[in-house]
């Protein structure tokens, strides 16, 4: 049950329940849908970009644990980053989450994000952590949906 | 002889394995049913001894596999309670026997204005290739809904069914419900409007006796990799003045009587249906599980499944926090479920963790979840090797579950 417990930590449990950022920000400037067409996990993000800037993100769907956790820390941490930043903090965390085992991350340097790092003992979950993920990116980029297939 | 399931588990090498340590509890079923050693063994043996190219070679190895090829295609008539094998056409799954008919008899005996006739507890494979029927040729998709314990609502079906209905479609068993469809009625119904009735029997050859006389139905199809065979291969039995009036759906080799530039005429029934060197091996392996079944007892299987979701039912009713969606008063050999806190997928990752293989998701019947307020359910879906032991792996992985989320 180890790596179970590893994979559902405390934090990821915590923001599963009780997700922040669970909102669409009444001033948003671009939005994306996600959608997970294997287990029907589907997010709205939403985001308000000043200046190159992320001034305030919020998301709404429906998940499991991992990807409501996911959309909840995320947006905890880019508010108020640039997107050139959100970009490079993207495929920090898509390594964390992909990296096959025994391969060096930069979990230390991901703060809060390091709860993730279980996910890449449960290949079938990786979809799920990184679905906001995606879908932000996408939202900012200019799109408006992107599905995990 | 009696029903033996120990017997049963012995011919199922893929069983006994552990998986991340723990013995494996295979309950996914409805989604891939797993294979014999007497399935195993006729694959192997056929393209050891026998291959060779079906209905067209002079050589030895050709006229054995055209006689295996043809051979099973009797074996799967016999299954089904047909008496003409030319009634039966193979395909690679269900999925393409209901392509088929939508395409040889929905294209040419579908016109604008007509209606066609779904559940709401359809597979995705018995509802998306009827909208592009009615895209193609104008017609109407009707849908017969459900009430809250899974069953179908009959008295809409007889609301919905007129003049200008030309089919019924519906699943023997529900992949989400496991509600058993009361066929006959049905059939009765539709056949009273002039309406002819298409089953979707993936769900239903694996668990229980069909008769497709008895069933009275029109079209019915099945998955070889549902029933202990392999994947890629299955079969669509249909009423043979049904199948001859039919022009075919796919072109090329196989399928012809003769071809020139000028004009094209064509094979006769089945081999109309089936363009392209067929799936033989598939064919041999399909057959091969289907006598395992016979052998087994379709009615004695199906008594030991029913006996496993009485079993299992009042155990998983007594977590804490679990909801069965759909109580149907006729149910067969699946249950699904959710639980309260804890997403459908995070417990098939905690089941799979104590060894136990579930499916979690919409299992292609998004209508059907929309109907229950669901954007998953878990699924346990049981076979002729399943056991109470297997049934109480999930209810002990259900209650790891609530202990990790702290529910």
């Known amino acids: 049950m180890s790596d179970l417990r590893e994979l559902y930590q405390t934090t990821i449990l915590d ?3 009780n997700p922040r950022n669970a909102r669409r920000p009444v001033d948003s400037t671009c939005e994306a849908r996600g959608d997970n067409p294997l287990c029907g996990d589907q997010v709205t993000l939403y985001a308000t970009v000043e200046d190159g ?6 998301f ?3 998940g499991c644990a991992i990807s409501t956790a996911a959309a909840s820390l995320m947006t905890e941490r880019v508010k108020g980053m640039s997107v050139e930043e959100f970009v490079k ?4 965390y898509h390594e964390l989450v992909t990296a096959p085992h025994g391969v060096e991350t930069h979990a230390s340097e991901l703060g809060k994000l390091a709860v993730f790092e279980g996910v890449r003992e449960f290949p079938m979950r990786v979809k799920c952590a990184t679905l906001a ?6 939202a900012l980029a200019g799109g408006d949906t992107v599905t995990t297939e | 002889m009696s029903f033996d399931v120990a017997q049963i588990r012995e011919d199922f090498p893929i069983l006994h394995q552990e998986v991340h340590g723990k013995p494996l509890a295979y309950l996914d079923n409805a989604a891939t049913a797993q294979k014999p050693r007497q399935v195993i063994d006729a694959l192997a043996r056929f393209y050891e001894r026998d291959n060779g190219a079906v209905h067209r070679a002079v050589h030895a190895l050709g006229a054995r596999s055209t006689e295996a090829y043809e051979g099973a295609r009797a074996t799967v008539a016999r299954s089904l309670g047909a008496t003409d094998p030319r009634e039966v056409v193979f395909v690679r799954g269900t999925t393409e026997a209901i392509n088929l008919v939508a395409a040889a008899w929905g294209r040419s005996r579908v016109a604008s204005g007509d209606e066609l006739v779904i559940t709401e507890m359809e597979h995705h494979s018995n509802i998306v290739p009827w909208q592009l029927l009615c895209d193609a040729v104008g017609a109407r998709l009707r849908v017969v809904p459900v009430n809250d314990r899974g069953e179908l609502l009959l008295e809409e079906l007889d609301a919905i069914l007129g003049a200008g209905t030309r089919l019924v479609a519906v699943t023997h068993v529900s992949n989400v419900l496991g509600t058993l469809n009361p066929v006959r009625e049905i059939v009765e119904r539709a056949h009273a409007a002039g309406a002819l009735v298409l089953v979707d029997g993936a769900q239903g050859v694996p668990h229980m006796p069909v008769d497709v006389r008895e069933l009275g139905c029109d079209f019915y199809a099945f998955s070889g990799h549902k029933v202990f065979a392999p994947t890629g291969i299955g079969a669509l039995w249909a009423r043979r003045e049904i199948l001859e009036e039919l022009g075919p759906w796919q072109g090329g080799g196989g399928m012809i009587a003769s071809v020139s530039f000028e004009k094209t005429t064509w094979a006769g029934v089945p081999e109309r249906f089936e363009a392209g060197s067929p ?28 006996a496993l979701v009485e079993y ?4 998983l009713r007594a977590i804490p926090g679990l909801r069965l969606i759909g109580e149907p008063a006729d149910r067969a050999s699946v249950l699904s479920f959710v639980m309260d806190g804890i997403h459908a997928h995070d417990l098939g990752t905690i089941l799979d963790r104590e060894g136990v293989a579930v499916r979690a998701g919409h299992h292609c019947a998004q209508p059907l979840m929309e109907r229950y307020g669901v954007p998953a359910t ?6 002729l090797y399943n056991t109470r032991e297997d049934v109480d792996a999930l209810v002990a992985g259900l209650h790891a579950a609530r202990e990790i989320f702290g529910a």
């Open chain 1, 15 to 17: 923001h599963n329940r």
């Open chain 1, 53 to 58: 800037t992320i001034r305030d993100v919020g």
């Open chain 1, 60 to 62: 709404e769907g429906s």
């Open chain 1, 89 to 92: 903090l993207f495929d920090r």
């Open chain 1, 133 to 138: 993920w995606h879908t932000l990116r996408s």
């Open chain 2, 279 to 306: 799936n033989t091996g598939g064919a041999v392996g399909l057959a091969a599980a289907l006598e395992y079944l016979e052998a087994a007892g379709p009615g004695a299987v199906e008594r030991h499944e029913r």
């Open chain 2, 312 to 315: 299992a039912e009042p155990a």
């Open chain 2, 378 to 383: 878990v699924r346990a879906s049981f076979a």
